[in-house]
């Protein structure tokens, strides 16, 4: 099966801008998919298709993708936005299975 | 709004079954598809497999051989089965809603997760 590998963690000064990265074979043919964790809670998606946002997720949070890397970014980083963020995506060899990054400890400074 | 309610023991013995059932309201379970994610403590997620609404399944390799994924379509309901559990499958375990793209599946709505702990 594929990995997805990623930052263990990032930090980020309050209303700067953060990019986190998920780096996989995988993304040369497939999109990346990201949701964001609080502790205690499950998961949520906050990009999918590339570069789109599920209703109620903030505009700040955006999506790219280049080669084997895919990239998160939250533009103006808010207080609320500090959790663990997970890539997805599917697996290289079996486009029906699926694997998720990592994961990166995002901090707001 | 689409809803998933997960129900089943937070305690199982090493070596028996472990069964979690999820409860889809707010929409049809005959579309989409349904999986099954985990997260051992302090650990990362992990894709346990998925099943369709016709009972059509895909499960992830490493825990094919003890796994069975089932659908009620009369109760909106699905479930797994996880059969001789050890220490290594306790987890926080997440039933989700499946979507699918041209080039990327991905997961948007989720349960409220069950730790289940194996004892021995």
């Known amino acids: 099966s594929s990995e997805l590998t990623q930052d263990l963690a990032v930090s980020v000064a309050l209303g700067q801008t953060v990019n986190i990265t998920c780096q996989g074979d995988s993304l040369r043919n497939y999109y990346a998919s990201w949701y964001q964790q609080k502790p205690g809670q499950a998961p949520v998606l906050v990009i999918y298709n590339k570069n789109n946002r599920p209703s109620g997720i903030p505009h700040r949070f955006s999506g790219s993708t280049s080669r084997d890397t895919a990239s998160l970014t939250i533009t103006g980083a808010q207080a609320e936005d500090e959790a663990d963020y997970y890539c997805q995506s599917r697996d290289s060899g079996d486009k029906q299975h699926f694997v998720f990054g990592t994961g990166t400890k995002v901090t707001v400074l | 709004q689409v809803q998933l309610q997960q129900s089943g023991p937070g305690h199982v013995k090493a070596s028996e079954t472990l069964s979690l059932t999820c409860s889809v309201s707010?929409?049809?379970?005959?579309?989409?598809?349904w999986n099954w994610v985990r997260q051992p403590p302090g650990k990362g997620l992990e894709w346990i497999g998925y099943?369709?609404?016709?009972?059509?399944?895909n499960y992830n390799s490493s825990l094919k051989s003890r796994l069975t994924m089932s659908v009620d379509t009369s109760k909106n309901e699905f479930s797994m089965r996880l059969t001789s559990v050890t220490a290594a499958d306790t987890a926080v375990y997440y039933c989700?809603?499946?979507?699918?793209?041209?080039?990327?599946?991905?997961?948007?709505?989720w349960g409220q997760g069950t730790l289940v702990t194996v004892s021995s």
């Open positions: 989700a809603r499946g979507d699918r793209g041209w080039l990327e599946d991905y997961f948007d709505y």
């Open positions: 707010g929409g049809s379970i005959s579309t989409y598809y």
């Open positions: 099943i369709y609404f016709s009972g059509g399944t």
